[in-house]
């Protein structure tokens, strides 16, 4: 657990969340600003800044995958977007790794 971490907050129960789906390893929860039908946030319950972070690690790496793919089982989702912000540049504003998985309307590619 990083101090000052608010999804490590959030794992920890400290702050309150929407539960969505948890495993050993992985916790997901509700965003509060839904871009999307279904909008979750799956997280490490362990500590990594970002998925270059992440990456380092690569069994924390595929078990935060296995946790994406038990999410969208449990939710029936054979259609998801999963997003990794990396940075602030690019909108990350919560530095604990998190994919967005977001369903339920269409959406184009490339993104806007
Ligand atoms: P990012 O901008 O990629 O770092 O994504 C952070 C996401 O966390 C945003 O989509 C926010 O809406 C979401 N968020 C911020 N605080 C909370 C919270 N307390 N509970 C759930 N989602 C949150
Ligand atoms: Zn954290």
Redesign the pocket.
């Known amino acids: 657990m990083?101090s000052d971490?608010l999804?490590?907050a959030i794992v920890a129960g400290d702050v309150p969340s929407t539960k969505l789906y948890d495993d050993e390893f992985t916790y997901a929860f509700a965003d509060t600003n839904p871009q999307a039908p279904v909008h979750a946030l799956v997280v490490p319950r362990e500590?990594f800044t970002d998925i270059a972070d992440l990456g380092r690690d690569g069994s924390a790496a595929g078990r935060l995958l296995a946790g994406i793919r038990g999410f969208a089982a449990q939710e029936g989702l054979t259609d998801f977007r999963t997003v990794f912000n990396t940075g602030a540049g690019v909108g990350q504003s919560v530095f604990?790794v998190h994919a967005h998985v977001l369903a339920g309307r269409p959406m184009g590619w490339p993104p806007g």
Request: aromatic share 16%.
């Open positions: 990083s971490c999804f490590c500590h604990h």
